[in-house]
């Protein structure tokens, strides 16, 4: 079946660093993918998407490019903040039984000090 | 309003009682989600609705009986829970289930519930 595998965490980063959260997928047929956030005591919140190979998702600074050949949909900013500390889920949505069905990773933690 | 309301944000139950847990969008997305979400796991999804109609049931325990009244609200109702099903409650809302696209959900804060 389908699933998401992504890098364990916690990741511990300083200020102005670079980011990079590793995401690959399995998944029978052409999957949309997503990277969600949960800051604490929130719900999750989409971060970006992208919708069929090639594509780059963007938003807040943070990147990520849907990769068929690797089957991979990895995270990137250029420089994080403290604000951006969270925990990132990588996600794919893909089509069962009629509809769709959105199979979340396991959640990274990203702690980033001043 | 691309919000999801959830109520209430703290739910503590013993395991007799009976109570429920609300869900509130005006986005008009026809597609609402409950999931499960335990401490430092990602979220499970719980039922589909999809135009009011459940659409989806992973194989969840008969305690826990969602209902859609209309398109803007969905409840989950609790009764006789156990311990183990203490937990993040989140729903969630799309513009559609059955039909193409990238189905981006929007999630609300959660309920958290403990069961004594």
């Known amino acids: 079946g389908d699933s998401v595998t992504q890098m364990e965490g916690p990741v511990t980063l300083s200020e102005e660093a670079f980011l990079t959260i590793n995401c690959t997928y399995t998944?029978?047929?052409?999957?949309?993918l997503f990277w969600y956030v949960q800051y604490p005591g929130e719900g999750l919140q989409l971060l970006l998407k992208?919708?069929?190979?090639?594509d780059k998702g963007s938003n807040k600074g943070f990147e990520a490019t849907y990769r068929k050949e690797t089957t991979s949909f990895h995270l990137e900013k250029g420089s994080v903040q403290v604000s951006d500390s969270a925990v990132y889920f990588c996600?794919?949505?893909?089509?069962?039984?009629?509809?769709?069905?959105?199979?979340f990773g396991a959640g990274t933690r990203l702690f980033v000090k001043a | 309003d691309t919000e999801v309301t959830q109520t209430p944000k703290h739910l503590v139950m013993g395991m007799t009682n009976k109570k429920s847990l609300k869900c509130e969008q005006h986005?008009?997305?026809?597609?609402m989600y409950w999931y499960k979400q335990k401490a430092k796991k990602p979220p499970e999804l719980m039922f589909v609705y999809s135009y009011e109609k459940l659409s989806i049931n992973e194989s969840v325990p008969s305690r826990f009986s969602p209902e859609c009244p209309n398109s803007s609200l969905l409840n989950l109702h609790l009764h006789a829970l156990q311990p183990e099903d203490s937990a993040l409650y989140l729903c969630?809302?799309?513009?559609?289930?059955?039909?193409?696209?990238?189905?981006?959900?929007?999630f609300g804060p959660g309920t958290r519930l403990t069961v004594l």
């Open positions: 969630a809302s799309s513009q559609e289930w059955l039909a193409g696209g990238y189905n981006e959900q929007f």
């Open positions: 996600a794919l949505s893909d089509l069962r039984a009629g509809g769709f069905k959105t199979i």
């Open positions: 998944a029978t047929g052409y999957p949309s």
């Open positions: 992208a919708t069929k190979a090639d």
């Open positions: 986005m008009g997305h026809r597609a």
